[in-house]
Nanobody, 123 residues
Framework: QVQLVESGGGLVQAGGSLRLSCAAS????????MGWFRQAPGKEREFVAF????????LYADSVKGRFTISRDNAKNTVTLQMKSLKPEDTAVYYC????????????????WGQGTQVTVSS
């Protein structure tokens, strides 16, 4: 079965860095674009970053542009989100997902999701 497993979350002070990883299985990883989303308590899930299947195309939410970098390793079936200059407003559960067509920014365009990893940024 298709599975996505995120890791790398934790507690960090404002200005710090974290590196999230997402390991995929059960699907031909290199054939799919991937996305990272996040969800804070009481808020809707929001788009963070997107990467095309070949890693040539990347997109970022304005709120993370210049601070976060998405990358992928198709040989290892992993997608990574490098986060730096973290802010308290980045606190959320972060999810990776397979893109299934449609808008890159909408959660409805993604068909399989991981369980999420918690990122907490203290001020």
């Amino acid at each position: 079965q298709v599975q996505l497993v995120e890791s790398g979350g934790g507690l960090v002070q404002a200005g710090g860095s974290l590196r999230l990883s997402c390991a995929a299985s059960g699907r031909t990883f290199s054939s799919y674009a991937m996305g990272w989303f996040r969800q804070a308590p009481g808020k809707e899930r929001e788009f963070v970053a997107f990467i095309g299947w070949s890693a040539i195309s990347t997109l970022y939410a304005d709120s993370v542009k210049g601070r976060f970098t998405i990358s992928r390793d198709n040989a290892k079936n992993t997608v990574t989100l490098q986060m730096k200059s973290l802010k308290p407003e980045d606190t959320a559960v972060y999810y990776c997902a397979f893109h299934d067509g449609g808008s890159f920014y909408s959660p409805r365009s993604y068909d399989y999701w991981g369980q999420g990893t918690q990122v907490t940024v203290s001020s």
